[in-house]
């Protein structure tokens, strides 16, 4: 049974993302770590680079598959957790807490309102 | 709808996670890829490999018609040998690679890959309608058999325990652990007989047995059950092919088709020129002679990157110059493996060449085959 954090917001394609004012903290959710497993590799985007919601912005690989990750929001880099490229496999141990992948500026916080919920996310994954 | 093997019940009960391989229902993986490697690497690990086809050869003629298909030397073979070996074109182009065994004077039956069952019957068909020697009958005899690798350097401490006994035909050794490596016999296993054959695809010890599906379900909860305390587990086809990566095994529609030479493909060793004709054979000896376009090479990446993948560019001093043909992440060695076909001027060892990765280049080695070799 997968770890649907309460305080977190989900994507379709699986990323959560934590708020916090005008800038919110994205990563891979519990589920998502799990179907991939054995996580060897993570390409992150450059700060200051703009992504738009649903752009694929980084890239997560297991032993068997490459896998795009797609930013839940639009905004802008501000920050990106260098501690998953010196260990990927901290994303399979901490997929919403050290496991993190960036931080991002919002430039539309309306967005937030067309992400799941934790209980619709769980509903979407059939846990 | 997808098929399934008999033990898809099995799959389905430990979890396992299932994917389409080849228009099969198969486990790519239980709990993690790596686990399941390293599983094989240091204890034992057993594959369901019921996916794979069975091709008897009978006659008289079957011996003369197998060396003329086949580019190993068939008869080399004593009963309960097997040899790998491989079926090519007139272009000398792989039509599959297998392993072929002989039953009994007359008798052999052949392993083929999954993905290749309607094309090799239809190639061994219209081959045997032009066979001009002796009587030969082929049957395609998949259906019938299912199909377990056992694979691992602890398996020989409990594979006598799961099939207990001397060998009933084919060929008499006193115990499963007593067949030398590519030797097969036949043991009786409860009501039936299964094949045991000393081979696999990892790169370890180990057997592959094939029988009814009855047979094959048994034995698979009696290795799971008695190979536990050796630290048995099941493994799926992720792991599979990361073991036969590190080895160097060639996997058809990766390092081998139908436009593609044994010789290019560095397995010139199972084809026997001096056998006499054989489907291939001038442009075989030909490549042996005078040299080939490309060549498969294994590499090591030597910068941090991402996991090489199939089709990813080869670089060599600054031009694009082949492909990656298999690529993945070694779970032995930590770090990025793979295979790739190149000019013969940048097949040799050391070799420094780039592998191209979402638009960026990153330097890696080519080794010596194996990969990855046991301490």
């Not at chain 2, 239980?30 to 686990?35: A, E, L, M, W």
């Not at chain 2, 009501?191 to 599906?213: K, L, M, N, W």
């Not at chain 2, 160097?248 to 390092?255: A, Q, T």
Request: proline share 5%.
């Amino acid at each position: 049974m997968s770890n649907v954090p309460s305080d977190l917001k989900y994507a379709k394609s699986h990323e959560w993302i934590r708020v916090s004012g005008d800038t919110a903290t994205v990563g891979i959710t519990d589920h998502a770590q799990a179907e991939l497993t054995d996580i060897v590799f993570v390409e992150l985007p450059a700060t200051g680079r703009k992504v738009k919601a649903g752009e694929a912005c980084a890239v997560v690989e297991s032993v068997k598959t490459a896998s795009d990750i797609y930013s839940p929001v639009s905004g802008e880099i501000t920050e990106v957790n260098t501690a998953v490229v010196d260990n990927p496999a901290l994303v399979n141990s901490a997929p919403d807490t050290g496991g993190w992948f960036y931080k991002i500026k919002l430039s539309n916080a309306a967005e937030l309102g067309a992400l799941l919920s934790p209980e619709d996310y769980k509903k979407q994954i059939g846990g | 709808m997808l098929n399934r093997t008999p033990l898809y019940a099995a799959h389905q009960k430990l979890g396992a996670k299932l994917i389409d391989f080849g228009g099969w229902e198969m486990p790519v993986q239980y709990t993690s890829i790596t686990d399941e490697h390293l599983a094989v690497r240091n204890a034992a690990g057993i594959f369901d490999i019921s996916h794979m086809g069975e091709v008897t050869v009978n006659g008289p003629g079957a011996e003369a018609f197998l060396n003329s298909v086949l580019t190993n030397d068939i008869r080399k073979l004593p009963t309960g040998g097997g040899q790998y070996t491989l079926m090519c074109n007139e272009r000398g182009g792989v039509v599959d690679d297998l392993y072929a065994y002989r039953l009994s004077v007359g008798v052999y039956f052949l392993i083929i890959n999954a993905s290749r069952i309607e094309a090799d019957v239809a190639w061994l068909k219209a081959q045997a309608a032009k066979f001009k020697g002796a009587e030969v009958s082929l049957t395609d005899a998949s259906h019938h058999y299912a199909a377990v690798a056992v694979q691992g350097p602890r398996v020989q401490e409990f594979i006598d325990a799961v099939i207990p006994g001397a060998s009933g035909s084919v060929f008499p050794v006193a115990a499963v652990t007593a067949l030398k490596k590519n030797q097969i016999a036949g043991f009786k296993f409860e009501d039936h007989t299964v094949f045991v054959a000393r081979t696999g695809y990892s790169g370890e010890d180990g057997f592959e047995i094939v029988g009814p599906d009855i047979s094959i379900q048994r034995i698979w909860d009696k290795v799971l059950e008695l190979g536990k305390p050796f630290g048995a587990k099941p493994a799926g086809l992720g792991a599979r092919d990361t073991l036969r990566t590190e080895v160097c095994y060639p996997l058809y529609g990766h390092e081998l088709d139908e436009n593609t030479t044994p010789i290019e493909a560095g397995v010139g060793f199972f084809v026997a020129l001096d056998k006499g004709e054989f489907n291939g054979r001038s442009v075989l000896a030909e490549q042996k002679a005078n040299g080939v376009k490309k060549k498969l090479v294994a590499f090591k990446m030597t910068d941090k990157s991402a996991p090489p993948r199939p089709h990813y560019p080869i670089w060599v001093n600054g031009a694009s110059v082949g492909e990656v043909v298999s690529g993945t992440q070694s779970p032995s060695l930590n770090l990025g493996i793979g295979m790739g076909y190149v000019p013969p001027a940048s097949a040799a060892p050391d070799t420094k060449i780039e592998i191209e990765i979402r638009g960026k280049r990153y330097a890696a080695v080519v080794v010596k085959k194996p990969i990855y070799k046991k301490a």
